[in-house]
């Protein structure tokens, strides 16, 4: 695992401030002692291609940051779609199961399909974070397969729902694994080695500018530390879409739980409502039978 992911154990916010005040600090670390230790005088006379090799290395730095950051957003989006389509499935699947005809098998398929739906969200996702498969989720959806094989269509409108339960299923299975093979994916940490180097070089060519007054000099290289380390900063938020307080959470799947936990209130109110009516018509045939005695 590259030490991004360790990074992103730490909060967001405070991950900015100690990325912004780490390297706008060794900058401004590095212009001081610079000042100090190296005469000025003899950098006047080159000032000129100085600056020019500046501007060329701080526009290739540039240019690498910002493909790098296109990468990981464009990863980070490509890994939302999926989860979204997944979800998306998972709750079409939901749907299929719940309005099945109310037989035993259907049941079964429900309480396996829900034990998956939980497996998800209790274990797959906390282990993700951790860059982890989750065994036990596996089973369970492997689980889902065989009860849904199992089932006994009576009809034809019985055929055409298990076959679209098979549509979503297969659905979920296509965009689960994407979401399961996306889990390891961040930049390699070979990259990072030009990322820190070429940020280092960039604030020594501007150690390297004659600015004859120091804390104006000072100043300008500390601003460029904590632009380069907001950059850093994004780059590390971005590269694992799972991990930290900012990663992709299983919102389909708790919504699954939320509309059974719906359907069971609806289910318990409408019994009450039958109970009540069966014993106020038994009340009512007991006062009107007293009253023809």
Same mark, same amino acid.
């Given at each position: 695992?590259?030490?991004?992911?360790?990074?992103?154990?730490?909060?967001?916010?405070?991950?900015?401030?100690?990325?912004?005040?780490?390297?706008?600090?060794?900058?401004?670390?590095?212009?001081?002692?610079?000042?100090?230790?190296?005469?000025?005088?003899?950098?006047?006379?080159?000032?000129?291609?100085?600056?020019?090799?500046?501007?060329?290395?701080?526009?290739?730095?540039?240019?690498?940051?910002?493909?790098?950051?296109?990468?990981?957003?464009?990863?980070?989006?490509?890994?939302?779609?999926?989860?979204?389509?997944?979800?998306?499935?998972?709750?079409?699947?939901?749907?299929?199961?719940?309005?099945?005809?109310?037989?035993?098998?259907?049941?079964?398929?429900?309480?396996?399909?829900?034990?998956?739906?939980?497996?998800?969200?209790?274990?797959?996702?906390?282990?993700?974070?951790?860059?982890?498969?989750?065994?036990?989720?596996?089973?369970?959806?492997?689980?889902?397969?065989?009860?849904?094989?199992?089932?006994?269509?009576?009809?034809?409108?019985?055929?055409?729902?298990?076959?679209?339960?098979?549509?979503?299923?297969?659905?979920?299975?296509?965009?689960?694994?994407?979401?399961?093979?996306?889990?390891?994916?961040?930049?390699?940490?070979?990259?990072?080695?030009?990322?820190?180097?070429?940020?280092?070089?960039?604030?020594?060519?501007?150690?390297?500018?004659?600015?004859?007054?120091?804390?104006?000099?000072?100043?300008?290289?500390?601003?460029?530390?904590?632009?380069?380390?907001?950059?850093?900063?994004?780059?590390?938020?971005?590269?694992?879409?799972? /991990?930290?307080?900012?990663?992709?959470?299983?919102?389909?799947?708790?919504?699954?739980? /939320?509309?059974?936990?719906?359907?069971?209130?609806?289910?318990?109110?409408?019994?009450?409502?039958?109970?009540? /009516?069966?014993?106020?018509?038994?009340?009512?045939?007991?006062?009107?039978?007293?009253?023809?005695?």
């Amino acid at each position: 695992m590259a030490i991004s992911y360790y990074l992103l154990q730490i909060h967001p916010v405070l991950l900015f401030i100690l990325m912004v005040v780490f390297v706008s600090g060794l900058a401004a670390l590095l212009t001081m002692l610079f000042r100090k230790f190296v005469k000025v005088e003899i950098l006047r006379s080159h000032n000129e291609v100085t600056g020019f090799l500046f501007l060329a290395i701080a526009s290739f730095y540039a240019l690498l940051l910002s493909f790098v950051v296109f990468v990981v957003w464009d990863q980070l989006n490509e890994t939302r779609a999926n989860a979204s389509k997944e979800g998306s499935s998972a709750l079409g699947l939901y749907r299929d199961i719940k309005f099945y005809p109310d037989t035993l098998e259907s049941k079964q398929l429900m309480k396996v399909y829900l034990d998956f739906v939980y497996n998800v969200i209790d274990d797959e996702f906390p282990n993700m974070e951790r860059m982890k498969l989750s065994r036990l989720t596996l089973e369970s959806f492997s689980r889902v397969f065989d009860k849904l094989e199992h089932l006994n269509p009576k009809n034809q409108f019985q055929v055409q729902l298990v076959a679209e339960m098979f549509s979503h299923l297969n659905e979920l299975s296509t965009f689960r694994g994407l979401r399961v093979t996306s889990m390891e994916t961040e930049i390699p940490p070979p990259i990072w080695l030009p990322i820190i180097l070429g940020a280092v070089i960039t604030i020594i060519f501007a150690l390297l500018l004659d600015i004859e007054h120091k804390r104006m000099h000072i100043a300008l290289t500390t601003l460029l530390g904590a632009f380069i380390g907001m950059i850093l900063f994004t780059i590390i938020l971005l590269d694992h879409p799972f /991990t930290g307080s900012m990663g992709i959470k299983p919102k389909s799947y708790m919504q699954i739980f /939320t509309y059974e936990q719906w359907a069971n209130e609806h289910l318990e109110l409408s019994n009450q409502v039958k109970t009540d /009516t069966i014993l106020e018509q038994g009340l009512q045939n007991k006062t009107d039978t007293t009253i023809t005695k």
